[in-house]
């Protein structure tokens, strides 16, 4: 969090109102709901640790990773600290119930740990994890990425970063890298067509295709899509683009597979710097992390690659939405 103190005079914090109870899918998201926790966001971004501490003290955020994450547990954990809070769970099934002898369900485990904390978060290789956690859970559920659903936080952080650098979403079309299968894709396609994104573009791994459901959410918002062959192509067609692993991991996985990464990236999907200082200089590129050869540290220090930056405003946007839910919860 910043370490950028402000004065005791730093403006009150915004006053919570009714997002939904979970945070599971943004296909109910309506765009003043992601105007809420990005107003929270910005707020935070200003504050000092002092006033942040005061936002939800001693509020307990449950952490329930089946997968593997570095980012969005470490975010969230940082982020209920920063408000006052703190977290207890686990990243690591087998020392639980659930991975042992007992394969305890995800619902008991839920209503478990929900008994104990104020909020969870939840990370899990199936699909419909968090909306069978959010059935049976006492406290709101955040999805920290299910199955290949959706990754609605990673979505709404990177809206965020988008949106400060266009100013504003509606209009624009988007670049996306990698599998548009994947669960990171539904949740940005659904917050594009809540801002009535123009389009998107994608330029995808050979042998991946837009999945019906992902048409129909672009059909249904008017939103225009089609394919680019190469980045250099990608570029020149769009306002921003947003990046995610190239060669991605099976999300339906929990452990590490002994897995032997592709040697070299084809140069086509590469945005490395002598691309980037050629072509779509004034294109700002994100990268949900982790990333890989087809964003190379290279181009870290180019101003218009904010992959960093959306790392470090995780923790805001996360803090703000833990906030927003545990207000809300608590007027319930
Ligand atoms: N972006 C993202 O989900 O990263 P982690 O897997 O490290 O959480």
């Known amino acids: 969090m910043t370490q950028q103190l402000m004065s005791a005079q730093a403006p009150p914090a915004p006053p919570a109102t009714g997002l939904p109870r979970h945070a599971v899918s943004l296909s109910s998201w309506r765009r003043a709901d992601y105007e ?112 290949d659903r959706e990754h609605p936080t990673q979505a709404m952080l990177d809206l965020w970063v988008l949106r400060s650098k266009l100013d504003s979403l509606t209009g624009v079309t988007v670049g996306y890298v990698g599998d548009p299968a994947c669960r990171y894709a539904r949740s940005l396609v ?23 459901d992902v048409r129909a959410t672009l059909a249904r918002a008017r939103m225009s899509w089609r394919t680019a062959g190469s980045a250099t192509e990608l570029l020149r067609a769009v306002d921003a683009v947003t990046i995610i692993p190239f060669e991605l991991s099976d999300f339906h996985e929990s452990a590490v597979r002994s897995h032997t990464r ?47 930056e959306g790392v470090t405003k995780g923790v805001h946007l996360r803090a703000a939405l833990l906030a927003e839910l545990l207000a809300g919860h608590r007027r319930r």
């Open 36 to 147: 809420r926790v990005w107003e929270r966001a910005e707020w935070m971004l200003g504050s000092s640790t002092e006033t942040l501490a005061r936002t939800a003290p001693g509020a307990l955020l449950g952490v329930l990773f089946y997968q593997n994450s570095t980012r969005t547990r470490l975010s969230f954990e940082v982020a209920a600290r920063r408000i006052g809070g703190s977290s207890v769970g686990f990243c690591d099934v087998t020392t639980t119930r659930a991975g042992d002898f007992y394969q305890e369900s995800l619902e008991d485990t839920v209503r478990v740990i929900g008994s104990y904390a104020d909020i969870l978060v939840l990370r899990h290789t199936d699909d419909d994890a968090a909306e069978r956690a959010a059935a049976v859970s006492p406290v709101p559920v955040v999805s920290a990425g299910t199955g």
């Open 190 to 212: 659904h917050g594009l067509a809540t801002f009535h994104a123009a389009g998107i573009v994608f330029l995808s791994p050979d042998g991946t295709r837009v999945p019906d």
């Open 262 to 308: 592709s040697a070299r990236l084809d140069q086509r999907f590469v945005f490395d710097a002598g691309l980037l200082s050629r072509t779509g200089t004034g294109v700002p590129l994100i990268h949900t992390g982790p990333r890989g050869p087809e964003l190379p540290p290279e181009t870290d220090d180019l101003p218009n690659v904010h992959y960093f």
